[in-house]
Nanobody
Framework: QVQLVESGGGLVQAGGSLRLSCTAS??????VGWFRQAPGKEREFVAH????????YHANSVKGRCAISRDNAWNSVSLQMNSLKPEDTAVYSC????????????????WGQGTLVTVSS
């Protein structure tokens, strides 16, 4: 049974950078998405990458500051986040895509436990 494990979260000052990683156990290359959920808010789409590496999609709120990439040799997907803002504070989770809209959490079927990103002002 495939499992996802996120890492790389932490506390960073505004303007700083973090690189989140999502590593999948088990065989197979899959399309993966990143979502985030801030306290008291709904889960929102951050980025998605096809199993082949292209195409990739990013939410408007992070476009130009974040980039999703993958390393199929290591079965991992990364999210490089730069110029972080306090409003980026959230639990970031990766998930395996099952089909349909890449922007909707309901189209992902396996989720990791999440990693907390806190951006101080």
């Amino acid at each position: 049974q495939v499992q996802l494990v996120e890492s790389g979260g932490g506390l960073v000052q505004a303007g700083g950078s973090l690189r989140l990683s999502c590593t999948a156990s088990g065989r197979g290359v899959r399309s993966v998405g990143w979502f985030r959920q801030a306290p008291g808010k709904e889960r929102e789409f951050v980025a998605h990458i096809h199993w082949s590496g292209m195409p990739a999609y990013h939410a408007n709120s992070v476009k130009g500051r974040c980039a999703i990439s993958r390393d199929n040799a290591w079965n991992s997907v990364s999210l490089q986040m730069n110029s972080l803002k306090p409003e980026d504070t959230a639990v970031y989770s990766c998930a395996i895509y099952s089909g349909g809209s890449v922007y909707e959490a309901l189209t992902y079927w396996r989720w990791g436990q999440g990693t907390l990103v806190t951006v101080s002002s």
